[in-house]
């Protein structure tokens, strides 16, 4: 049974005030496919007529904008109240409780109070998690890892040995922290492999997305900064440092030393070559391919990269490249002419 | 031992005639690598040659080209009679049966008729399993899953809570679905995540493929349809919505809300920016970045996207674009000395 | 504990001289970051301020650079010299030995001499696992498996049927090899799967990366040559050749049945399309689109791909676009003038 509350209750919860009537909201959803019990919500005017001909039960709006709309609970900012109400309709992931006696847990390993580890989990020698973690099934914690309090790991998470987890991270399923970076060289006696003996160090509030891969570092660290929000099938290479609070979006690809700053924004499929340095509040465009490094608050795009502005008229420019080269054709054809013209005037 | 079959009973699975000797089949291969006991086809009639001298013990050939072989199994179309041979000589992956007592069942899920259930999986509370199923090992099935009859899942898929896959999927391993979606926002009080409290809704004879993920919906769902393919590492956002009969290639990428209609092909790579419209029909060439809604019947390719033909065209004069800005500055200096002698002639 | 040595110890290890104290070394740094107990290098001189400075503990260095250093390794190559210390200091991953009593195997594997098999690990009927390997847990090995001497096969990863793997291989956590090729068509009846009965063959010493994807063939084999590195997150289609001692770095994707030669380096996010030949000595650069074959020992860079120099220029240019653009239009102006003028003039 999904989770349900009256109206009054999700009001006094968003400390606002409601009107109408005082319905029972088993769930939410968008204006457009709201049912009779779900509550929605209004944050963007233009879709003013669609909130007052909407089949949800219930709406979050601004009190000005309520006019026509029967149940309401009444926000300045709907956009947040609902983001708000999304928490208190959140089901908890996973049902399991407790330790399961089907992990593997070594002797040395430490596992905080008020944990729980699923069946088929292994944590290795030395490990230490904190309190309040939940480690899902399949998920591999190799030795020496430290795992901060209040952190997730869903199924099939891998943490070689010695990553170290700060406090209320949240890994995706099949996420791996801290396979060997990539250090091969190919020699006169052929491809030799560089151990990579160094680590991951992830720090607080990070969220990492499924099936995204972390590298250990060749020497020191990789790490990744706190507030970090990373997306699904990411890349981080060995001994890449990124600040706090950015946002990687999915199937970006970062090469190995590469330093990001904090507040970045990469969108998706970007790709940042090795030893760059890329400074705070970068925003770097979707399928981006950076090559030099980039000066804080720059907004770039292209591959290769290139200011946004010049980007934007490059995208509409671009098609236009055949018949560019039909003008400059043109125009060489209209300047033999003038020149033979000329020529003949002598 | 794998599976063996006569020429003849080949023949007659396909409701064709043969000629030649009726050897013994032990597998199928190309012209150029079958050996003595291997069946081969001739499609393309331009591979003849190849087809007169391969070493295959038989071939699937049409009537009127088969003059020269020694060993044929005659059909209209070799192709297609060969794809259904490689159906007979498909062995079923896994050797397990039955539902394992080193499996982790919640008491309140349901298991169909006939499923096989391997060790080391984690089936949660509530979550229903059609009949005919079969459950590799290192999967996870959140609470409140629905899987219909005669799906498989193969070892490390993730099924988050109230995921939903129709009748007859496939999913290779390591694929992901229901993880979470990418909801972040940046606040004067620092990043907020915003619950996602969707799910995902996958139709009737889907393929997904290994390590894919696909997350589940901020509000109501994801949706995948009926028939459509979808290849390895590829990413689909919340609250993507893909039609029937798609082919999504590898390493596409697929940001939030974004539509996609019926019997589209997006090619490898290609990344869709969100909240876009893409119509029935619509072929997207390898690497495009999508950042417009697209029509219907559309052909489109390059990032940015152009029409097809445009791109063909820009593909041959991209190389050239240096010798262009040569050509368009000796061009400016033709001009500046006609100008010149223009005044000198006044 | 982690390792530690003297540098008497070391420089024996190295078969080298050393100066200065004989301090214990207990691990390995970056000049930057080194601390006092620990080792740094100086491979290139325009860093040699840095070596004087750095805090480490000692340093490996050559003999004539080394005056102003006060604990000295002295090495003709300090840099190949420090890669082997990263050997010496490495430490082995994982820490469960013996055969798991909790691994499900089929009586009928057969396991070599001297392996590890982790629990929650699955090997299947008539798999063969050779002398000396390491099985982590929640690894699945299928039916008719073939594993070399000598293999070490990371958390959670996948070998479906019939798979082989030669001697010397490192499988990064979640790699999936032998997953079904994407092997759909459209017909008139619908979507119609065209099964996949080959298989992946892999050679010796290759090393594949974390969540990276190897599709079975269709028919025959998808096969990567020994000494081959494929980084983390690539597709490599079904019946792709790969040759011998290639690197393939991380998000690459190689489309069915193209052959890639001998010593290739396919850099990041890279995209190959289907039935290519990429000849020996290939070096493709990061994001190149390839849609046609490449020769021997060629370089190239861009999407499309063109040559690498005519690429370096392509991209000083392409920002400079849009003033192309201008810069035409002007010159259209200036000669409609002229011609205006000329035509006054007569």
Redesign the interface.
């Known amino acids: 049974m999904a989770k349900q509350f009256t109206v009054a209750e999700i009001a006094n919860f968003l400390g606002a005030a409601y009107k109408g009537e005082n319905i029972t909201i088993t769930?939410?959803?968008?204006l457009e496919?709201a049912q009779s019990t779900e509550l929605s919500f209004l944050a963007n005017p233009k879709y003013i007529k669609q909130a007052e001909t909407t089949k949800a039960g219930a709406l979050i709006i601004r009190e000005d904008q309520a006019h026509n709309v029967q149940n309401a609970i009444l926000c300045d900012n709907p956009y947040f109240a609902f983001?708000r109400c999304?928490?208190l309709?959140?089901?908890k992931?996973?049902?399991?409780e407790g330790i399961?006696e089907?992990a593997?847990i070594?002797p040395s390993a430490v596992i905080g109070e008020n944990c729980t580890v699923?069946?088929?989990t292994?944590i290795?020698?030395h490990a230490k998690i904190g309190d309040g973690c939940t480690i899902?099934?399949?998920v591999?914690i190799?030795?020496h890892c430290e795992i901060g309090n209040g952190c997730t790991l869903?199924?099939?998470c891998?943490l070689?040995?010695r990553t170290r987890l700060g406090e209320n991270c949240?890994l995706?399923?099949?996420a791996?922290l801290g396979?060997?970076g990539?250090g091969?060289v190919?020699t006169d006696f052929?491809?030799?492999?560089?151990?990579?003996?160094g680590h991951v160090h992830i720090g607080d509030?990070v969220?990492i997305?499924?099936?995204t891969?972390i590298?250990r570092a060749?020497?020191?660290k990789t790490a990744v900064g706190n507030?970090t929000?990373i997306?699904?099938?990411v890349?981080i290479?060995h001994n890449v440092q990124i600040g706090e609070?950015c946002?990687i979006?999915?199937?970006v690809?970062i090469?190995g030393s590469t330093k990001v700053g904090n507040?970045c924004t990469l969108a998706?499929?970007v790709?940042l070559?090795g030893h760059l340095n890329i400074g705070d509040n970068v925003t770097i465009g979707?399928?981006a391919?950076v090559?030099k490094d980039i000066a804080e608050n720059s907004v770039v795009s292209?591959?290769?990269t290139?200011?946004y502005n010049?980007y934007m008229?490059?995208?509409i420019?671009?098609?236009?490249?055949?018949e560019?080269?039909k003008?400059?054709s043109a125009?060489?054809k209209?300047?033999a002419k003038?020149?033979e013209?000329?020529e003949n005037n002598k």
Chains 1, 2, 3 share one sequence.
């Open positions: 769930g939410l959803n968008t496919e983001a999304m928490g309709f959140a089901e992931e996973g049902c399991f399961s089907f593997s070594h699923y069946p088929f292994v290795g020698a899902f099934s399949g591999y190799g030795e869903t199924p099939n891998v070689m040995s949240y995706q399923p099949g791996v396979g060997e990539y091969f190919r052929g491809v030799q492999k560089i151990p990579q003996i509030n969220e997305g499924a099936n891969t590298d060749a020497l020191a507030g929000c997306d699904n099938l890349q290479g609070e946002f979006i999915s199937q690809g090469a507040k998706g499929q790709g070559s979707p399928q391919g090559t292209g591959s290769p290139m200011d010049t008229r490059y995208c420019l671009l098609p236009k490249t055949p560019l080269f003008r400059v125009l060489e209209q300047i003038l020149e013209r000329l």
